[in-house]
Structure formats: structure tokens, C-alpha cells
């Protein structure tokens, strides 16, 4: 669901570039207050895992359509509402840039869409799922329903958008498509959700986020970030060049009702524009090769980021806070 460039209005743009500048600048300062070891780690490997999965195109079946994991609510789930928005916006910067998945103009408006509703959007409706049902399976049914809709709120608020860049008068047709086909993605995005969650909690349940602050079991941190990256490098791999060619959902629909056949293309081609290298073949093996290249890339991209803030809370620490509002981190911080 990334939106390309040349598709929406100029006040549309700003309007969402400024929501985006200022959700990733709120998200980065949550950050600082509960950035520890793990989340260090977790922002690498979510980010990579996401980049990686998102690569994996899966077919609808009921219409000549596929769609791919978002993964706010995982990466939320995982690391917090706030850092779970982050890694998607890594994720988003690194696509934009290199492959020309989803405009640079358009960067802001995906941000908003998959990284603040998907990831904040999406832990508001899971965490009191969680508390409710309660124990392993109200993590995992709260992130499943989550998840959901989480595709559904990022769908709507892409129609919303584009209606209000000139395409009122579709808006009952744009509605219903968008809802219908990403009624059925949604499905793919719990299911892929679950599935990763089920395993984590079989093996590293303390990895779950927890906003009460409950500990994490401390240590070991490399081998979480190999195992991590080894799965994310796994999935570009082998699982990448098995992705359904079809459009996905975004995609289907403006081909269907029109509003794609005005677009100029990117406005950033990218080295690597639709995952491909110019001159040779669209084989397998060179999805394989650009997905390892932007799984890496955006590995290192995550933990750079984390790690910069890491410092700039150390030296901050070392420091000494300087105004009562300084003194301690703020309660639920992430």
C-alpha cells in the first residue's frame, strides 16, 4: 500500500508531511526515554524483518490482486507503539530511496498510513485486548484483531487522502473497493502476525513489549540480533523470489477505477527501482541479491538510528538532567 508519487495534491502532501515530521519527531523522543539494550537490538531486526516481509507478495485468490505485511502491530507488539512507528518509517525511507517503492513525496503520507495508524493506530486497539483476555493468548488474539484492522485504518486513511486531492466525487467507489480488498489482505496481515508472535512467545516471551515496565531478561542481545537478521535474510531469500507478481491491493484499485493511470512515475528512480537491477535479468536470483541488499541496508539503518540516541541518552545521563521535567523518564514512555 505505498503510495507513489504525482498521486496526491500539493496541500495534501505538506499536510501529511507535516503530521509525519512530527509523529517520527514525538516518536524519537519517546524513544530516548526507554531506549535500552533490547530495543536497540529489536529496532535492527524488526526493521530488516519487516523490510524482508514486506518484499513477500502473497495472492489474494478471490480477485486478481496480492498484498504483503505491513507490520505495525508486530513491530509495535514487540517494541512499543512509538519505536514499532519508527521501524516503519526506516523501512519506508530505505524503499523510497533505493527502489522507488512509494514516492519520496508521497513519504510523509506512507508514514502516516503504515507507520503512526498502523503502529500507534494498531497498539491502541491491541493493548486493551491484551489486558482484557489476558496471559499469551491475549497477546496474541489482541495483535491478530489489531493487526486486522490496522490494514483497514490504513486503507481509509489513504481514501481520505486521495479524495481530498481532487477525487470527492469517487469516494464511495474508492471507499468500497479499498475496504473489500483490504478487508481480504487483512486477513493475511493477522494471520502472518500471529504466526510470528507464536513463535516468539515460544522461545523469548520476555521479548514482548510491556508498558507497566517489567523487566526484560537481561544479556544475550547478539545472539537475538543474528538469530533476527539470520530469519530476515532467510525470508528475502528464499520466500522474496516466490512472491505473487499481481498487483497489490493499492495498486489493483487504481487500475480498476483510474486514478493511477495519471501517474509520472517517482520522482527518485532509486538504483534499484522495483527491486531490480537495470541490465540484467528479472530472475529469481536478483530479487534474492536486492533483497539481501536492502535487508542489510536497512539493518544497519535501525541500529545506527537507535544507536545514535542511545548515545545522545548516555551523554545526557552523564550529564545530569537540568529541569525537573528531566529528572526521570516520563511513565509509559514508549
Known amino acids: 500500500m505505498h503510495i507513489p508519487d504525482n498521486l496526491l495534491s500539493q496541500p495534501v502532501i505538506l499536510t501529511t508531511g507535516a503530521v509525519a515530521l512530527g509523529g517520527f519527531a514525538l516518536g524519537l523522543r519517546r524513544l530516548r526515554t526507554r531506549l535500552r539494550d533490547r530495543t536497540m537490538v529489536l529496532m535492527g531486526v524488526m526493521s530488516a524483518f519487516v523490510f524482508a516481509a514486506q518484499m513477500v507478495n502473497f495472492p489474494l485468490f478471490v480477485v486478481p490482486a496480492s498484498g504483503h505485511l505491513i507490520g505495525g502491530v508486530l513491530a509495535a507488539v514487540l517494541l512499543g507503539p512509538w519505536a514499532g512507528a519508527l521501524v516503519l518509517g526506516t523501512v519506508l525511507l530505505v524503499q523510497a530511496l533505493l527502489f522507488a517503492d512509494?514516492?519520496?513525496l508521497a513519504l510523509g503520507a506512507n508514514f502516516v498510513n503504515l507507520g503512526l495508524i498502523a503502529s500507534v493506530g494498531g497498539y491502541a486497539i491491541y493493548d486493551p485486548i491484551r489486558k482484557s483476555v489476558g496471559g499469551q493468548s491475549?497477546?496474541?488474539?489482541?495483535?491478530?484483531?489489531?493487526?486486522?484492522?490496522?490494514?483497514?485504518?490504513?486503507?481509509?486513511?489513504?481514501?481520505?487522502?486521495?479524495?481530498?486531492?481532487?477525487?470527492?466525487?469517487?469516494?464511495?467507489?474508492?471507499?468500497?473497493?479499498?475496504?473489500?480488498?483490504?478487508?481480504?489482505?487483512?486477513?493475511?496481515e493477522a494471520m502472518i502476525t500471529g504466526l510470528v508472535l507464536r513463535t516468539v512467545l515460544s522461545v523469548r516471551p520476555d521479548l514482548i513489549f510491556d508498558d507497566e515496565g517489567a523487566t526484560t531478561r537481561s544479556g544475550r542481545w547478539s545472539r537475538v540480533a543474528l538469530g533476527g537478521l539470520a530469519a530476515s535474510l532467510a525470508v528475502a531469500a528464499f520466500l522474496a523470489p516466490?512472491?505473487?507478481?499481481?498487483?497489490?491491493?493499492?495498486?489493483?484499485?487504481?487500475?480498476?477505477?483510474?486514478?493511477?493511470?495519471?501517474?509520472?512515475?517517482?520522482?527518485?528512480?532509486?538504483?534499484?527501482?522495483?527491486?531490480?537491477?537495470?541490465?540484467?535479468?528479472?530472475?529469481?536470483?536478483?530479487?534474492?541479491?536486492?533483497?539481501?541488499?536492502?535487508?542489510?541496508?536497512v539493518f544497519i539503518t535501525g541500529l545506527i538510528l537507535a544507536r545514535a540516541f542511545t548515545q545522545n541518552t548516555q551523554n545526557h545521563n552523564e550529564l545530569g538532567p537540568s529541569s525537573p521535567a528531566e529528572k526521570g523518564p516520563e511513565p509509559h514512555a514508549a
Do not use: C, Q
Not at 167 to 186: C, E, F, K, N, Q
Open 102 to 104: 512509494g514516492g519520496i
Open 138 to 188: 491475549g497477546v496474541l488474539i489482541g495483535a491478530m484483531v489489531a493487526a486486522w484492522f490496522s490494514v483497514l485504518l490504513a486503507s481509509l486513511a489513504f481514501t481520505i487522502e486521495l479524495a481530498a486531492s481532487g477525487y470527492w466525487s469517487d469516494l464511495p467507489r474508492v471507499l468500497g473497493w479499498m475496504t473489500m480488498i483490504h478487508a481480504v489482505i487483512g486477513l493475511g
Open 242 to 297: 516466490l512472491a505473487s507478481p499481481k498487483d497489490d491491493g493499492l495498486e489493483f484499485v487504481g487500475g480498476r477505477l483510474g486514478f493511477l493511470n495519471d501517474e509520472a512515475g517517482s520522482l527518485l528512480t532509486g538504483p534499484m527501482r522495483d527491486y531490480s537491477i537495470e541490465g540484467l535479468p528479472d530472475i529469481a536470483l536478483v530479487t534474492a541479491a536486492v533483497g539481501l541488499i536492502g535487508t542489510l541496508t
